[in-house]
């Protein structure tokens, strides 16, 4: 295997094994031949799970220990959004900056830096704004 994280490749599946994972669910071991020797790729969603003795085109990257190939359609590669809808990562986006400026208000409510609530609510809404504009 060389030191590339991730590529693209065309071949033809000599295997499928179906692995059950920890927490039950099903995950696929997808055989491909390199041209030097057979290589596992892990296929946690199935999207090649039907493809024994077929050509397909894929894109792979390597797990962040170096151990795992990871293989997905062109261009689909779920490990680039972690398969979070554009919804759920604003969702993310917005409770992050509420956490992070609820924990500066605490902060400076702990030190007597701020004491009524309208200094709680103007620095609270400056800092989720300031958090949120910076993702």
């Given amino acids: 295997m060389s030191d590339e994280k991730s590529g ?10 179906t692995k059950e994972k920890k927490d039950g669910s099903k995950a696929w071991g997808i055989i491909i031949d390199e041209g030097n020797g057979a290589v596992e790729y892990w296929d946690s ?9 077929k050509e397909i085109e894929f894109d792979w990257s390597l797990s962040q220990d170096g151990k795992i190939k990871f293989i997905n359609p062109p261009g689909g590669g779920q490990r680039k959004s972690y398969g979070k809808s554009p919804e759920e990562l604003a969702l993310q986006k917005k409770s992050f900056s509420a956490a992070y400026a609820k924990d500066i208000v605490v902060a400076a409510i702990n030190q007597g830096t701020i004491k009524s609530s309208v ?13 949120n504009s910076k993702m």
Avoid: M, P
Avoid at 45 to 53: A, E, H, I, R, V
Avoid at 119 to 131: G, P, S
């Fill in 8 to 17: 693209k490749g065309k071949a033809v599946v000599q295997a499928v094994i």
């Fill in 45 to 53: 969603k199935g999207n090649f799970k039907d493809s024994q003795g």
């Fill in 119 to 131: 200094e709680i609510d103007a620095t609270l809404d400056h800092y989720f704004n300031w958090f």
